[in-house]
């Protein structure tokens, strides 16, 4: 069965900095293409960064490039995002994502880990 | 960015009958694969995310065959069937053909 476990969310305040994991199993994690995305409360979704299966491609949203930084590790078959310079407006929910081989679609989320930023 | 715009925003179904959402992006999402890189979610009260539909008409894995998904250039439609009280949720398109990936606004469907 495949699982996504996020955690690291916390309340942080404006400035600070914030390291979310990803935990997977259940999959061969070297053969996927992963994703974060992440909802405001009462919000709709948001995509935010994408790496590839073998990490040499990152690619982020705009409200967040230069301040995140996606990374994984195939030996921990674990997701990161690593988030500096937080803003208020990063308050979320943020989800990691598996993506469907070949589909660019989003096939297996975890349950999300929350990210609140306020003073 | 590639905009996705869904609608209706909410949408008032009587159990057993059809429902229709639609979603227009705002440029072609026709991959050089011939597929239509357009993606199908439902999101449940309190749950994370679940695919419903991939490359715009393909049913997810264990996704009843009441759902299905249609393409008419940068016209996307998802439609159930009858529409059953499981069905309750927000539904969202996304794009997946280029990065930044774009979901529409999302559309709450709800039980009259």
């Known amino acids: 069965e495949v699982q996504l476990v996020e955690s690291g969310g916390a309340v942080i305040k404006p400035g600070g900095s914030l390291r979310l994991s990803c935990a997977t199993s259940?999959?061969?994690?070297?053969?996927?293409?992963m994703n974060w995305v992440r909802q405001a409360p009462g919000k709709g979704l948001e995509w935010v960064s994408l790496?590839?299966?073998?990490?040499?491609?990152?690619y982020y949203a705009d409200s967040v490039r230069g301040r995140f930084t996606i990374s994984r590790d195939s030996f921990e078959n674990s997701l990161y995002l690593q988030m500096n310079s937080l803003r208020p407006e990063d308050t979320a929910l943020y989800y990691c994502?598996?993506?469907?081989?070949?589909?660019?679609?989003?096939?297996?989320w975890g349950q999300g880990t929350l990210v609140t930023v306020s003073s | 960015d590639i905009v996705m715009t869904q609608s209706p925003l909410s949408l008032p179904v009587t159990p057993g009958e059809p429902a229709s959402i639609s979603c227009r992006s705002s440029?072609?999402?026709?991959?050089?694969?011939?597929?239509?890189?357009l993606h199908w979610y439902l999101q449940k009260p309190g749950q994370s995310p679940q695919l419903l539909i991939y490359?715009?008409?393909d049913r997810a894995s264990g996704v009843p065959d009441r759902f299905s998904g249609s393409a008419s250039g940068t016209d996307f439609t998802l439609k159930i069937s009858r529409v059953e009280a499981e069905d309750v949720g927000v539904y969202y398109c996304?794009?997946?053909?280029?990065?930044?990936?774009?979901f529409g606004q999302g559309t709450k469907l709800e039980i009259k």
């Open positions: 994502a598996r993506e469907f081989e070949g589909t660019n679609s989003l096939d297996h």
């Open positions: 259940g999959f061969t994690f070297d053969d996927y293409a």
């Open positions: 790496i590839s299966w073998d990490g040499s491609g990152t």
């Open positions: 440029q072609s999402l026709l991959h050089r694969s011939g597929y239509n890189y």
């Open positions: 490359l715009g008409s």
């Open positions: 996304m794009q997946g053909l280029q990065t930044p990936y774009t």
